[in-house]
């Protein structure tokens, strides 16, 4: 476990379990979800990274460069390859001091991903709160297609309310694959401030949204801002205590349905999250 500290603020970092952040705390008390004691799995976890793709591939399977691929299922009761390669590999602690770590992961092109590539984030904390950002270069000898993105967990009763703008919801099919467009209010307007204790399930992704959103709860307003990140998923499971809000580059299944970014050979992409809270 690293830790990482300044004025109120206090973070855990778990390098080997998927560079997954465990921790987060401002004044003592838990911003994000903590993860519990001998936790094996990212998805126990408080935050993990989404890289070199965010979110489902339908299948594993999708088109790029003219040539067909097919990626196996990385997770058990799952059809579609979720979440990418990086939270499920160990990261290297590159550099630490007291208030920031550089963590590593690097990938040699196998079945998961077929394109080698370098990770990297920047973690650090200062007064404001946290700032995490997130890398990927293109370390093969042509063209790869990369997302990324953060998923942050967040606890959740009924106090806890929240609210970002967007332009637009992708609905989904019983696969929580994307299907089409609908309002951004079709699911709940969270523009007003919704409370994300919900007897249905939402997991889906906001296309526009204004790259800062306010999560309310009973001790503080914590205020979640992505870059880079055009796509905001909401994660909303009835009943178990916790929702999520993941700024993410790319939609769902973007390697079927969208324009995916495309990186040469030594290019890199980058995106960034930060988490603050209003002190008066």
Request: glycine share 8%.
């Amino acid at each position: 476990m690293l830790h990482l500290e300044a004025g109120d603020w206090k973070v855990a970092l778990q390098p080997e379990l998927g560079g997954t952040i465990a921790a987060l705390t401002f004044q003592g008390r838990d911003v994000l979800r903590p993860t519990p004691a001998g936790a094996t799995n990212p998805l126990e976890t408080a935050c993990f990274p989404l890289v070199p793709y965010a979110n489902r591939i339908a299948d594993g399977r999708f088109m790029f460069a003219g040539e067909s691929y097919a990626l196996p299922r990385n997770m058990e009761g799952q059809d579609h390859p979720l979440h990418g390669v990086g939270w499920l590999r160990g990261w290297d602690v590159q550099a630490s001091d007291a208030g920031l770590a550089v963590l590593v992961h690097t990938h040699e092109a196998d079945a998961n991903w077929p394109w080698s590539y370098r990770a990297e984030q920047h973690v650090s904390l200062d007064e404001s709160g946290l700032h995490v950002s997130l890398s990927v270069q293109n370390t093969t000898d042509r063209a790869m297609p990369a997302g990324l993105g953060f998923h942050p967990y967040f606890s959740a009763d009924a106090d806890t309310r929240l609210s970002f703008d967007a332009k637009s919801v992708w609905l989904a099919d019983d696969a929580m694959l994307p299907t089409e467009r609908a309002g951004a209010n079709q699911l709940a307007d969270w523009s007003t401030g919704e409370t994300v204790v919900r007897s249905t399930l939402i997991d889906n992704a906001y296309e526009g949204w204004s790259k800062d959103a306010t999560i309310a709860t009973r001790d503080d307003t914590i205020t979640l801002t992505g870059e880079g990140t055009p796509y905001l998923h909401v994660f909303t499971p009835p009943g178990l205590g916790f929702f999520c809000a993941e700024p993410v580059s790319d939609m769902p299944n973007a390697l079927n349905l969208a324009d995916p970014t495309i990186l040469a050979p030594d290019e890199t992409r980058t995106i960034a999250m930060s988490l603050t809270i209003a002190q008066g």
